[in-house]
Every structure is written in structure tokens, then in C-alpha cells.
């Protein structure tokens, strides 16, 4: 008797719960795109150093927000060991003018933040936060670069 009462509810609970996930899952699976464009004159005619960096520490968000695209790039191996789970990167190199195809990168479901750091040899910052789950543009220019969200 108590059993065929509470095998409805049972029922309906687990329907909920996988139902929600069913329906959430598919947006967290698809791959974000990346597009880049570099123009010819990009860094001063020299390769571009880019990272696009995945954030997965809350803690670690402000640390990486606070630094620039060199203090990225001599602090990432120490920041690597510290937080061994903290983040995950990506990198590649740009000659000026070259074409690149869209990059495709996972869609992780607890990414805080992302950043993307360019080595550029002019002074700067040269760091961009770009919203987590979206597809995004990286125009790298002369002596900076954009990043946003694509359309």
C-alpha cells in the first residue's frame, strides 16, 4: 500500500530531474567558435602570441583579471603549479596577414571566466575578458588587438 502511493511521486521526481537535464544539456555541448582576423601590419609585423585561457577557480578570476598579457606569460607556469585545476588554456601563434580558420573550443559547464592574453610588442595590457558559452571575434591589430562577442 505504502509503496504504490509513493512510486507516483517517485516517478514524477526522477522525470524532473533528468527532464531538466535533458533540456540544459545540449547548450552546454556545443563547441564555442573562435574567429580571427590579423591584419598585415598585426604587432608591428611580427607573430602574435595569443592564449585564450578557461577559468575554473572563482579565487583565480580576480588574480588573472589584474594582469597584463607579459605578466600572463611569466607567471603562468607558477600559476599552473598553484592551481593545477585552476584554469585551462589554449595558445596558438599568428603570422601578420595570415588567414586563420575558425577555431572550435569545448564548452566547459564551470568555466568562471575567460580571458585572452596577446604577446604584442607594443606596450599595453593586451588582455580581453570575453563572456563564457559564446562565440567570439579576436581582431588583432597593429599595436593592440579586440576581442567581443560574435554575432
Request: net charge positive; proline share 11%; hydrophobic share 45%.
Amino acid at each position: 500500500m505504502f509503496v504504490s502511493r509513493l512510486l507516483p511521486a517517485v516517478v514524477v521526481l526522477l522525470a524532473v530531474i533528468f527532464g531538466a537535464g535533458c533540456s540544459a544539456a545540449p547548450y552546454y555541448q556545443h563547441p564555442v567558435e573562435l574567429s580571427v582576423q590579423v591584419t598585415d601590419a598585426a604587432n608591428r609585423d611580427m607573430p602574435v602570441a595569443v592564449e585564450v585561457v578557461y577559468v575554473y577557480d572563482p579565487a583565480l578570476t580576480d588574480t588573472l583579471a589584474g594582469l597584463s598579457a607579459t605578466q600572463w606569460f611569466r607567471r603562468r607556469p607558477e600559476l599552473a603549479w598553484r592551481h593545477p585545476n585552476g584554469f585551462e588554456r589554449w595558445r596558438w601563434e599568428w603570422a601578420p596577414g595570415q588567414s586563420v580558420p575558425p577555431k572550435q573550443l569545448p564548452t566547459v559547464f564551470f568555466t568562471r571566466a575567460v580571458f585572452v592574453y596577446a604577446g604584442y610588442q607594443s606596450p599595453g595590457i593586451h588582455r580581453a575578458r570575453v563572456p563564457p558559452f559564446r562565440p567570439f571575434k579576436l581582431e588583432l591589430n597593429q599595436t593592440n588587438f579586440q576581442a567581443r562577442a560574435a554575432p
